[in-house]
């Protein structure tokens, strides 16, 4: 277990820890299962409480799918996707087009910046050729 981190309890070190091992983002029920699965159980509603207080602290990522379904990811890892509105699929872009913007004091008005996120939507190349048919 690393060591403890100002603020942030046991069970949201552990949290951020599986966020961490994953090679993707998790859902709460993913992050619930993987749980189960390790000698550290919590309830779904524990985890859905950790999750979101880390999000409101901006500790961890969160984006939501088309479906309304919302994954978790670490800081660290600046990810971005393009989705599908129809279908829902999802790619990782493989660069972050703005990663090299900088933005200047006065454009963040105050706010002490801790990460960005950016998502596009279109149509995958299925549904554009079954709209076509």
């Known amino acids: 277990m690393p060591s403890q981190v100002a603020g942030i309890s046991e069970r949201q070190q552990l949290i951020i820890q599986h966020l961490e091992e994953a ?4 859902s709460g029920q993913d992050l619930h299962a993987r749980l189960r699965a390790s000698n550290s159980p919590m309830g779904l509603a524990t985890v859905y409480r950790h999750l979101r207080q880390l999000q409101q602290r901006g500790q961890i990522r969160c984006r939501h799918l088309p479906s309304g379904e919302a994954l978790f ?9 393009i989705t599908c ?9 493989k660069r972050c087009p703005v990663h090299h ?3 200047e004091t006065e454009d963040s008005q105050g ?7 950016l998502e596009f939507f279109g149509l995958c190349e299925q549904c ?3 709209q076509r048919d």
Do not use: I
Not at 85 to 93: F, S
């Open 85 to 93: 509105v129809d279908c829902g699929t999802t790619a990782v872009l």
């Open 101 to 103: 913007v900088d933005l």
């Open 23 to 26: 090679n993707q983002e998790l």
């Open 128 to 130: 554009q050729s079954r």
């Open 111 to 117: 706010f002490a910046l801790l990460f960005h996120t």
């Open 73 to 81: 990811a670490p800081l660290g890892r600046d990810e971005h996707h």
